[in-house]
């Protein structure tokens, strides 16, 4: 399936800046056999005085921009063709829980795709009673890591409420559980938070998601947005697995990645440090347009 994908953010200080660092996740990502990408364009308006493309420790190109001189907005905007490409049904062998430790153990490698950066506690992800008991209340030992992934990540989705104006970027996970409402941001530290209490290694997948209009009506222009979901390694055999608890789902298709980390924090599509005063306001509208098929 491909994708035109058009990202807008636009930040307008009320103070101007004279000295502003951005570390942008923001260009979706080339994966092998699964997500391919033609063309990419991420423009920043004013230009900054500094701009470079580098990987980062998880694999994820990010991009820096500086600025030196005076400024009172920024614009980002991104144009991109991606295609999704169809993967073939796989055996499902994953190790009962019981024995998932022994398997993380035995992956020797220790570059970004190891399973043992996504055990412990992270900036975002901290361990919390309510959200592992959940979770050890939905598995048994001899259930296969697969299937507890995916057992939890629907019982979120019935448990939890999505509601835009529950949370904030910086509300921690364990709040989000306790009040059963939040957005994907939530869902997914929440799902992240309940797989490593079982000793899953889990992380967090930023990226865009397709969204179908009600039928007979039109697409609305800017109706998409960014949009988050979990990866988990269940096993040597299976490897990284990506769940959607949000919309309850495994990923597919209409999923098109920009990265993947231990924690939003890893992979916020903007962050930095800007000197200035008094608010700011932010817009931000993402479109993904299916093509016809080639």
Same mark, same amino acid.
């Given at each position: 399936?491909?994708?035109?994908?058009?990202?807008?953010?636009?930040?307008?200080?009320?103070?101007?800046?004279?000295?502003?660092?951005?570390?942008?996740?923001?260009?979706?990502?080339?994966?092998?056999?699964?997500?391919?990408?033609?063309?990419?364009?991420?423009?920043?308006?004013? &230009?900054?005085?500094?701009? +470079?493309? *580098?990987?980062?420790?998880? #694999?994820?190109?990010?991009? =820096?921009?500086?600025?030196?001189? /005076?400024?009172?907005?920024?614009?980002?905007?991104?144009?991109?063709?991606?295609?999704?490409?169809?993967?073939?049904?796989?055996?499902?062998?994953?190790?009962?829980?019981?024995?998932?430790?022994?398997?993380?153990?035995?992956?020797?490698?220790?570059?970004?795709?190891?399973?043992?950066?996504?055990?412990?506690?992270?900036?975002?992800?901290?361990?919390?009673?309510?959200?592992?008991?959940?979770?050890?209340?939905?598995?048994?030992?001899?259930?296969?890591?697969?299937?507890?992934?995916?057992?939890?990540?629907?019982?979120?989705?019935?448990?939890?409420?999505?509601?835009?104006?529950?949370?904030?970027?910086?509300?921690?996970?364990?709040?989000?559980?306790?009040?059963?409402?939040?957005?994907?941001?939530?869902?997914?530290?929440? &799902?992240?938070?309940?797989? +490593?209490? *079982?000793?899953?290694?889990? #992380?967090?997948?930023?990226? =865009?998601?397709?969204?179908?209009? /009600?039928?007979?009506?039109?697409?609305?222009?800017?109706?998409?947005?960014?949009?988050?979901?979990?990866?988990?390694?269940?096993?040597?055999?299976?490897?990284?697995?990506?769940?959607?608890?949000?919309?309850?789902?495994?990923?597919?298709?209409?999923?098109?990645?920009?990265?993947?980390?231990?924690?939003?924090?890893?992979?916020?599509?903007?962050?930095?440090?800007?000197?200035?005063?008094?608010?700011?306001?932010?817009?931000?509208?993402?479109?993904?347009?299916?093509?016809?098929?080639?």
């Amino acid at each position: 399936m491909r994708y035109d994908v058009k990202l807008l953010i636009e930040y307008e200080y009320a103070g101007t800046s004279d000295h502003a660092r951005n570390l942008l996740h923001l260009l979706p990502a080339e994966i092998p056999d699964r997500q391919r990408i033609s063309a990419s364009l991420l423009t920043v308006d004013p &230009m900054p005085q500094e701009r +470079r493309d *580098l990987f980062d420790f998880y #694999g994820n190109l990010m991009t =820096f921009i500086g600025f030196h001189e /005076p400024i009172d907005r920024i614009s980002l905007s991104l144009t991109a063709r991606a295609e999704r490409l169809l993967q073939p049904p796989g055996l499902e062998i994953s190790p009962p829980l019981a024995a998932l430790p022994r398997e993380i153990a035995e992956a020797r490698h220790i570059d970004g795709t190891a399973p043992h950066h996504f055990i412990g506690p992270s900036p975002r992800v901290s361990p919390d009673g309510a959200m592992s008991s959940f979770a050890k209340g939905l598995v048994s030992a001899n259930m296969p890591t697969l299937e507890a992934v995916r057992a939890i990540g629907r019982a979120l989705h019935k448990e939890m409420t999505f509601d835009p104006d529950a949370t904030e970027v910086d509300t921690p996970a364990a709040d989000a559980f306790k009040a059963r409402h939040g957005v994907c941001q939530d869902f997914s530290h929440i &799902m992240i938070a309940c797989l +490593r209490s *079982l000793g899953i290694p889990a #992380g967090y997948v930023s990226g =865009f998601l397709r969204t179908i209009p /009600p039928e007979g009506e039109e697409r609305l222009e800017g109706a998409d947005a960014m949009h988050a979901w979990v990866r988990a390694w269940c096993g040597t055999e299976v490897g990284w697995i990506e769940f959607d608890p949000t919309n309850n789902i495994s990923t597919g298709m209409d999923h098109i990645t920009v990265a993947v980390g231990r924690d939003y924090g890893d992979v916020a599509p903007v962050k930095g440090v800007i000197r200035t005063v008094g608010n700011q306001d932010t817009s931000h509208s993402v479109d993904v347009i299916p093509l016809p098929a080639a």
